[in-house]
């Protein structure tokens, strides 16, 4: 199978490799990458730009989308299913939902539309994108992955100090205030953006069984690991999170693995995202992965009516309609 893969937040830590490993091993794809800022004077997509270089016949494009702006996401979804009818791109086969954000070092932080960033960013612009794409996926299917974390399960993540959860209000979801524990409050939105994607992803795969047009469409949502590599460490953290990775997590990794197994470079991952993506690893199935096995996740998670109430105010939240989704029965 080939067609489009559409990869958001493709300058990053994963995707960058991630991209490699997919023109490397599967060059008949056409690989969609969006970015925030799709100039050079951004290292990061200077980097993926060096990268897909080294392809010169790979059909790729860079593309802007700022998950941030929802009206942006919808125009760009509308802009991807006008240029597959048209044929000026393959099918879809897959859409890798991998941009994402945190902030764990200062206030919270809103959108233009009025929404805390992390929730946005991480799960209900990826909700729009999904949701107004998947008649755009050719007639044999395709793969959607999505990214959650060990810290949507209590007591699995370092940095927690709050547990996840999802709340009886979920529109607080979407709000913020600020607090003197900007680490902890910060690392809760973020883990409850992952919960809610888990969550999402286990009710999307119900109707898209249900459907006898879009039950040949399957979604992973996977755990990739502790990337130790990763420059998430880096961004939006107070310092002694550089520390621990520059001193502890990268030089150490490969003695902490034996104690944490899930600890590995952004590399690894980004192979395993792709031949998800690629509907190559667990083909056909549904679910999710910590990393590639199957695990359960929280008993949260798997809660069917909360499930449910995430997938009614994320498509809410996402301006889903029933005349913008292929799904219009479940809206």
Not at 55 to 69: C, E, G, V, Y
Not at 263 to 275: F, K, N, P, S, Y
């Amino acid at each position: 199978m080939t067609g489009t893969i559409i990869i958001t937040g493709a300058n990053g830590s994963l995707a960058i490799p991630a991209v490699r490993h997919l023109l490397t091993k599967y060059p008949d794809y056409t690989a969609v990458l969006t970015v925030r800022k799709t100039e050079d004077t951004d290292p990061n997509t200077k980097k993926l730009r060096e990268t897909i270089a080294k392809f010169p016949k790979a059909q790729t494009s860079i593309r802007q989308l700022d998950l941030a702006n929802l009206a942006a996401v919808h125009e760009f979804a509308g802009t991807i299913a006008s240029e597959i009818a048209e044929k000026k791109l393959p099918p879809l086969a897959s859409i890798v939902c991998n941009a994402y954000y945190w902030n764990l070092a200062r206030d919270p932080e809103f959108t233009p539309d009025g929404i805390e960033t992390t929730i946005q960013v991480n799960h209900i612009s990826h909700v729009a994108l999904v949701l107004r794409l998947l008649d755009s996926f050719g007639p044999e299917g395709g793969r959607i992955v999505l990214f959650t974390s060990d810290g949507h399960f209590p007591g699995k993540n370092g940095l927690e100090k709050y547990p996840p959860g999802i709340p009886d209000d979920l529109d607080s979801l979407l709000k913020a205030s600020p607090d003197a524990d900007k680490l902890g409050r910060g690392f809760n939105r973020y883990a409850n953006s992952k919960l809610a994607i888990l969550m999402w992803g286990y009710a999307l795969n119900r109707y898209l069984e249900k459907d006898e047009k879009l039950r040949k469409i399957t979604a992973i949502v996977i755990d990739p690991g502790s990337l130790t590599d990763s420059r998430a460490l880096r961004t939006n953290t107070p310092q002694f999170l550089h520390y621990v990775q520059r001193f502890a997590l990268q030089p150490l990794r490969p003695i902490l693995r034996f104690a944490d197994p899930t600890m590995r470079t952004a590399a690894d991952a980004g192979a395993d995202v792709i031949e998800l993506a690629t509907n190559h690893a667990y083909p056909g199935e549904r679910g999710y992965l910590k990393l590639l096995k199957r695990e359960p996740s929280s008993p949260e998670s798997l809660d069917e009516d909360k499930q449910q109430k995430v997938w009614v105010k994320s498509a809410e939240w996402a301006k889903i309609t029933k005349e913008n989704t292929a799904l219009a029965s479940s809206i």
